[in-house]
């Protein structure tokens, strides 16, 4: 006969194998994760600078392209301008200027003080999964291919797949926010050379030096205030692990070139940032990347998931052009500006277990 152990390793298997493929697909599960996000926003909370005038959410300029993942905010997702968004919309409410594509689902679930229309989308708009909406929807014009479910009132090209008032909505995400890193003392202001465990000051990089990370771990800083073009090196070697970046303050990066060198991605990058906000221009981002020509092909480049507890993070500027791999999150704002390409990236803690099975085994009594 043989052993139950063997039964008991394929079940496992098959259950870790089942609980990854339900992490990565929230749209099946309606329970969604930080991690299956490319941009969250929250609408604030105790400690948090207030993002201003923008208001709290997630805001897009014109000429955005946004691949991957999902996008959303306990408040508003809101585009400027026209916009290319390969990727789902979860918010509060959904504000999309003229010429936006949107290929994935778009759902609205309200909050306290929003106003209808729950989901306003302007001229010219292709709007291809399914829509939900806690209110009333409005498109001026274009393609809707629907379905469109909504509790309220549909004004708009008439959807393909018809509407209903059976709306449904996923659970968002919560943010946690850990005690206060720590952080050492001094400026860092040439090339450079980090290691794992380190506890460091302020970076103040100017032109053309280099801040490396020498291996896999966690690397703790008081500031970063890079003030123009700078190089980001990771160096992960045959290592494979995650770089993580812990920043007391505010992080204001420039114009950044990040490479990656060895087994690692932009997956494997993350930075953890503290800061109110009060070192940026607007007084109210904590993490923020310039457009710029660093980066080849006239972009700056940055790598990594960012998450911000404590203010904004800000992306590209009015003019330029900024390559971005990995995820944003922020308590409060996550603003992308003109001329940003963001492709979602996010390290998923999923492996596929080592299951033996032995040869057969006599079980003794008892």
């Known amino acids: 006969m043989k052993h139950n152990s063997q039964l008991k390793g394929i079940s496992l298997y098959l ?58 905010s306990y408040a508003n997702v809101q585009a400027t301008g026209g916009g290319t ?32 229309p729950i989901i306003s989308v302007g001229s010219n708009a292709v709007l291809s999964g399914v ?15 629907g379905p469109v479910h909504l509790t309220g009132t549909y004004s708009g090209p008439a959807p393909s797949n018809g509407i209903n008032n059976s709306p ?24 450079f050379t980090a290691n794992p465990g380190g506890v460091y000051g302020n970076v103040n990089l100017g032109n053309n030096k280099t801040l490396t990370f020498s291996d896999t771990g966690a690397y703790y800083f008081n500031s970063f205030n890079i003030s123009g073009n700078a190089n980001l090196v990771y ?3 045959s290592h494979v692990g995650t770089v993580r970046v812990y ?24 930075y953890y940032v503290w800061g109110s906000g009060a070192t940026s221009t607007s007084g109210t981002d904590a993490f923020t990347v310039s457009n710029g020509s660093n980066g080849g092909s006239g972009s700056v480049k940055f790598l990594g998931i ?42 998923v803690a999923c492996s596929t277990p080592v299951v033996t099975i032995g040869s057969n085994s006599p079980i003794c009594a008892g």
């Open 306 to 347: 960012v998450t911000a507890y404590n203010a904004a993070i800000l992306l590209g500027s009015g003019t330029g052009s900024s390559q971005f791999t990995g995820a944003l999150f922020s308590r409060t704002r996550v603003m992308v500006q003109t001329g940003v390409t963001l492709t979602w990236a996010y390290y």
């Open 235 to 237: 160096n992960f070697g």
């Open 247 to 270: 920043v007391r303050n505010d992080a204001i990066m420039g114009k950044p070139n990040a490479t990656v060198n060895g087994v690692g991605t932009s997956k494997d990058i993350f």
């Open 131 to 145: 829509i939900d909406a806690n209110g009333n929807v409005t498109v001026q014009s274009g393609t809707v291919s």
């Open 85 to 116: 968004f390969s990727t789902n919309i979860y918010a509060g409410k959904i504000i999309l200027a003229n010429g936006n594509s949107i290929t994935g689902r778009m759902t609205a679930q309200g909050y306290t003080g929003a106003t209808q």
């Open 168 to 191: 449904s909505f996923p659970t968002l995400p919560t943010f946690v926010v850990p005690p206060l890193p720590s952080s050492g003392s001094g400026n860092i202001t040439n090339d």
């Open 15 to 72: 259950f870790a194998t089942i609980a990854c493929l339900s992490f990565i697909q929230p749209s099946i599960a309606q329970t969604t994760n930080l991690s299956d996000y490319v941009m969250f926003s929250g609408n604030g909370g105790a400690g948090t600078t207030a993002p201003g005038s923008n208001g709290y959410g997630v805001i897009f300029g014109s000429g955005s392209t946004i691949t991957g993942g999902a996008i959303g």
